[in-house]
């Protein structure tokens, strides 16, 4: 997968949003789009507009190749669900996502770090994979030997403390075992600030 590696703040303003996944930071200072004439009015987006914005919205946040999405749209509408629901839930059952809405990381590229320098358990075994996707059930925490590196506590207490999100009903976090359990299966709300429809007409013109 390609990981953006460019100017968060910026691509967030050309979007027209907050990414918490992507970025701490926030567009508030500097709320309009970026460029010499970012301040201005600019004219109405497009019907293809409006969903390719909110497409890439989706792909930013979550750090999400374009293969790698139209791959999870094919299989959400091959699936018996409505396909935009079960958009979210796959996107969101990564495991990337579950250690950053857990709270263990304050951004899904860290939270992809922690998992790829083999920090983190699923159910007892290391899992080095951020695109791994849980169960209903599943207990998800770090190593223990994790748990006994200085630096690797630092980060992950301070990002505890302060969460970029609220927690989703669907994930159960114990703080005495710093424990998370998947106790059901994200919906639609689980995603901020994302018309998931618009993403769904948008593949429609390609799948």
Known sequence: MST???????RMRALGTNLPGLSRKTRERRPHPPGQHGDKRRRK?????????????????YGIGERQLRRLVAKAKRSKAETGKKIVELIER?????????GYARTIPAARQLI????????????DVSSFTVRENDVINLRDRS???KTVLTVVDESLDTLALPR???????GDKKTTTVKGMPEESSIPELNIQLVVEYYAKFL
């Open 4 to 10: 953006y590696r460019g100017p968060r703040v910026k």
């Open 45 to 61: 987006d497009s019907d293809y507009g409006r969903q390719l914005k909110e497409k890439q919205k989706l792909r930013y946040n």
């Open 94 to 102: 990564r495991l990337d996502n579950v250690v950053f809405r857990a």
């Open 116 to 127: 790829s320098h083999g920090h983190v358990c699923v159910n007892g075994r290391k899992t």
């Open 147 to 149: 748990n006994k590196q």
């Open 168 to 174: 989703p009903e669907w994930i159960d976090y114990d």
